[in-house]
């Protein structure tokens, strides 16, 4: 996907806001195999060094997991800075540190998921009772639990992710495993 596609995509997303998120693509060597498919964007005014470590940082994370059921995926930071007002102007959840617009296959992740002020990480440590990478593979698995099975239901969600980090296959539709117990994330 071309970084102007991108940015027509996550202007459209961000239409309740009175700016646009402007993107650049992220290029990464081959030193962790994930498929071609699969592109890593920061927005432009994320510090150029830190989106780099950033990416290579959330490309490990996701090496684990089943990245060839997505397609055509693309991943986007945003800095600390910026993200409450974008998700607060997209109606959602600004406590959330990331969301996927399915129909559009990105996944918009905070930069706090790599580095938190000591504030962030207090909400976020409250909001799920996780920090670092336990919090960032949390994240990136439900995300990946919408993604892969295009599903924009919360709770399924949590469900697919946890499947995912117990390296259970996802199964669509149903969570991980027949008769699986729900229970969301969040403490």
Same mark, same amino acid.
């Given at each position: %996907?071309?970084?102007?596609? !991108?940015?027509?995509? !996550? ?69 600390? +800075? $910026? ?9 959602? *959840? ?8 399915? $129909? ?8 706090? !998921? ?8 207090? $909400?976020?440590?409250? %909001?799920?009772?996780? %920090?670092?990478?336990?919090?960032? *593979?949390?994240?990136?698995?439900? $995300? ?14 949590? *469900?697919?992710?946890? +499947? ?24």
């Amino acid at each position: %996907m071309k970084s102007t596609v !991108l940015i027509a995509i !996550l202007s459209a997303a961000c239409a309740a806001q009175t700016q646009t998120l402007r993107v650049v693509p992220v290029h990464l060597d081959e030193t962790v195999s994930i498929p071609k498919t699969i592109q890593f964007f920061c927005t432009q005014d994320y510090d150029r060094q830190a989106c780099l470590k950033d990416s290579i940082t959330l490309r490990h994370a996701l090496a684990s997991y089943p990245l060839d059921q997505l397609g055509a995926w693309s991943f986007v930071l945003v800095p600390s +800075g $910026e993200w409450k007002n974008l998700v607060h102007g997209l109606g959602a *959840d600004p406590t959330s540190p990331a969301f996927s617009i399915i $129909e559009q296959g990105t996944t918009v992740i905070e930069g706090s !998921l790599f580095s938190a002020t000591p504030s962030r990480n207090k $909400e976020l440590l409250l %909001m799920f009772g996780v %920090m670092g990478n336990a919090l960032l *593979d949390l994240a990136v698995t439900h $995300e990946l639990g919408h993604a892969i099975c295009h599903d924009q239901d919360e709770r399924r969600a949590d *469900d697919y992710g946890r +499947g995912l980090r117990e390296k259970k296959p996802v199964a669509c539709g149903k969570g991980p495993g027949i008769g699986a117990a729900r229970s969301s994330t969040r403490k």
